[in-house]
C-alpha cells in the first residue's frame, strides 16, 4: 500500500478506495496511534470538524442532560467530528458577537441549546449570517428536532381508556413556556373528546416554588365527588405530590388511582415506579448531530419529530 493511498484515506480523501481498504488504514493508524494536526487539517479541508454548542447561563433554559450529550458526541465521533461548549449570557448573543463566535471556536456550525426564552439577537445573527445552526427540542418548521409531546399525550391517555378509565384529568403543576405542556394537555384532549370522554385540566398558575398550593388544588381534585380514576401528569413534579395526597386521602395507587407521566427516565424518586412515557432523550441528541452535521454540509435540516421511547412503570391499572 501507497504512502498516497495511506494520506489520501487518512486526509480524508479516500472515497475512491474500497471500504477494506479505507478499515486497514484507519486500524493501522489507531494501533500506532496516529493523530492527524487539527490545524493541518482545517487548512486542507476548509472544516474544523468540530460543532459548538451555545447553552444559557440560565439552567432552566437549556437542556442539560447526560443522554443527550452522549447521543451528539457519539454521532458526531462517528463522522470525525468532536463537540465543543459553550455558556453564554444573553448579552453575549448580540450581532457583531455571533458572526465571529464560529471563528473563535474553531467551530464550523452551532447547536442552540436554548428551549424557551430564546434570545431574539440570537435567532437575527444566524438569520442575516446565514450560519449553519440547529435548535434542541425546540418546534419550528425546520432546523429542528424535538420529541412528539402531542403524540405522547394522546397514547398516554388512550392507554387509560384502554383499561376501561372514563373520568382521567391533565394535571401541570406550573406554567411553563416551553410547548410540550400544550402539546401533551392537547394530545390528551384529543384523545378525551374522541372517545366522548369530558376533558378535565388541573393547570395552576402558580410558580414552581407554590407547592402548597398545587397540593391544595390536588385534594380539592381527589376529594371531589366524582373525582378522576386517572391522572396524566405533565412530568415528576407535577406527579409525585399526588402520591402524598392519594395517602392522605386513603386512595390506593393504582388499584383506586392510576397515574401517568412523561420522562427521560422512569419516575421513582418518591416510592413506585411511575408509569412514565419516555422522552427520546439519546436519540434527540444523535438526531440533532445529524442535522447539524447536515446543516454545515449545505444540506436540506427539516425539522425532525421523534417518538417516545416506550413506557415503563406499574401505575396503571383498570378502574375500581
Known sequence: MSADTVWQILGGRGQRYSLVTQARVREAAEVLGYRRNAGALAISTGRFRCLAMVTSTSGDRSLWNAELFDGLERRLRGEGYHLAMACLADD???????????????????????????????????????????????????????????????????????????????????????????????????????????????????????RDAWMRRLRALLSSKNRPTALVAYGPFAAYPVLRVAQELGLRIPEDLSLATFATGVACECGPLLTTWLIPIEALGATIAELALAAVAGAATPARILPFAGVVGATHAPPP
Open 92 to 210: 453575549q448573543m448580540q450581532d457583531s458577537s455571533m458572526a465571529k463566535f464560529l471563528t473563535e471556536r474553531s467551530a464550523d456550525g452551532l447547536i442552540l441549546n436554548y428551549v424557551h426564552q430564546v434570545p431574539p439577537e440570537a435567532e437575527a445573527a444566524i438569520a442575516r449570517h446565514r450560519l449553519p445552526a440547529v435548535w434542541i427540542n425546540r418546534k419550528l418548521p425546520s432546523a429542528c428536532c424535538y420529541p412528539d409531546d402531542l403524540a405522547a399525550g394522546h397514547d398516554a391517555t388512550l392507554a387509560l381508556i384502554a383499561l376501561g378509565h372514563r373520568r382521567i384529568a391533565y394535571l401541570s403543576s406550573h406554567p411553563t413556556p416551553h410547548t410540550s405542556d400544550a402539546d401533551r394537555a392537547c394530545g390528551y384532549a384529543r384523545a378525551m373528546t374522541a372517545a366522548g370522554l369530558p376533558v378535565r385540566t388541573e393547570m395552576s398558575p402558580d410558580s414552581a416554588d407554590k
